[in-house]
């Protein structure tokens, strides 16, 4: 009954959608932004059972870093207060939802993915890498945080030019051109015998009509500059507009219901980890309380909200520039 249900997503998708995917890269700064931005797109693909990376920005760790089991590491926030790693709950929990819609995964089962890591030069010598089917992920583990000069960490890669950010566990180390080169390389290396790759990325530009955080804008900005050299004279790419929700349909039914059922899973993932706690205790999905979830007094539950209205607005919805774009030969 899942196949088929399955199926009939990517069905669904195949009249969405004229143009057949070979295989699709996402390249998002958060752990939840594709599923919500770009789900549409992403769980047709996946579905669809064409070859698909991920590339994950920032670890989401909400400016908490990699944490230890110290006092002064728990009141931080870093560990929840489950004694889990707050950045790792996340991951976990995009890793879940994703199982949902790739074929033959077992959703729900205990880390079925294989995990390696990948070199990509001298700065960044293992790169956090998983595999379950027919997707691949990469975590890269940039902080999610503000930095002192009153921008985001990823905004400080190009201002000033120069500046090195470590990734959150201390592992890796980059700059604006490694973190291009390293996207130019995850590209490459994972599609060099497809004809048609697709490029899936946030706005690189920010304004009033279409709200963004900068980090969004700032991960569309690196990837837009990593397509414009060669190997990639050119891709297919979806430029993905952010926040902005309310001018556009649903796409189809069963969209809509299998994308809220991706995200209700990490989200009771996030809950059975301890990431967030409902006002309510009870059945996570059903119970009628959950879509009021908030920050517990005297805890350091975080990541609230995620099922508010605002979240689920997204469901069923692409909010992307334009259609994706026309494409010349392209060699990988």
Same mark, same amino acid.
């Given at each position: ?42 769980? @047709? ?6 070859? =698909?990376?991920?590339?994950?920005? =920032?670890? #989401?760790?909400? #400016? ?18 489950? @004694? ?19 074929? #033959? ?24 890498? /998983? ?14 945080? #503000? ?10 890669? %190009? ?6 950010? +470590? ?14 080169? %390293? ?9 060099? +015998? ?10 690189? =530009? ?12 700032? !991960? ?15 891709? /297919? ?30 989200? %009771? ?10 006002? %309510?205790?009870?059945? !996570?999905? +059903?119970?009628?309380? /959950? ?42």
């Amino acid at each position: 009954m899942r196949n088929l249900k399955k199926l009939a997503i990517a069905a669904g998708f195949a009249a969405l959608f004229s143009l057949p995917a070979s295989s699709a890269v996402f390249v998002v700064a958060h752990p939840d932004d594709h599923i919500l931005l770009m789900g549409p797109n992403l769980i @047709g693909d996946v579905v669809g059972g064409y070859p =698909t990376v991920i590339v994950m920005v =920032t670890a #989401g760790d909400a #400016g908490n870093g990699h944490g230890d089991k110290t006092t002064a590491g728990f009141n931080s926030g870093q560990y929840n207060a489950f @004694g889990n790693q707050y950045y790792r709950v996340r991951l976990q929990a995009h890793m879940s939802a994703l199982e949902r819609w790739i074929p #033959g995964a077992s959703s729900g089962s205990e880390r079925p993915w294989t995990e390696t890591t990948e070199n990509f030069g001298t700065l960044n010598p293992r790169v956090e890498k /998983w595999a379950l089917g027919n997707v691949v992920l990469y975590h890269l583990n940039l902080p999610d945080a #503000g930095a002192a000069n009153g921008l985001t960490v990823l905004q400080t890669l %190009t201002n000033p030019v120069g500046t090195v950010v +470590s990734d959150i566990t201390g592992t890796n180390r980059y700059t604006f051109d490694s973190l291009k080169s %390293t996207i130019q390389q995850i590209i490459s290396r994972n599609n060099r +015998s497809t004809p048609t790759v697709v490029i899936n990325r946030p706005r690189s =530009t920010f304004n009033s009509e279409h709200a963004d955080h900068p980090d969004h804008t700032q !991960v569309g900005y690196i990837v837009e500059e990593a397509i414009k050299v060669e190997p990639y004279r050119c891709v /297919w790419q979806a430029a993905y507009r952010g926040y902005q929700i309310g001018a556009y349909p649903v796409n189809a039914q069963n969209m809509l219901n299998s994308q809220r059922a991706g995200y209700e899973l990490l989200h %009771t993932i996030l809950a059975q980890r301890g990431n967030v706690v409902p006002y %309510t205790p009870g059945d !996570v999905v +059903s119970n009628p309380t /959950w879509m009021q979830t908030s920050i517990v007094p005297g805890t350091t539950n975080r990541q609230y909200g995620a099922m508010d209205g605002f979240h689920s607005g997204f469901y069923g919805r692409n909010y992307y520039d334009g259609s994706r774009l026309a494409q010349r030969d392209c060699a990988f």
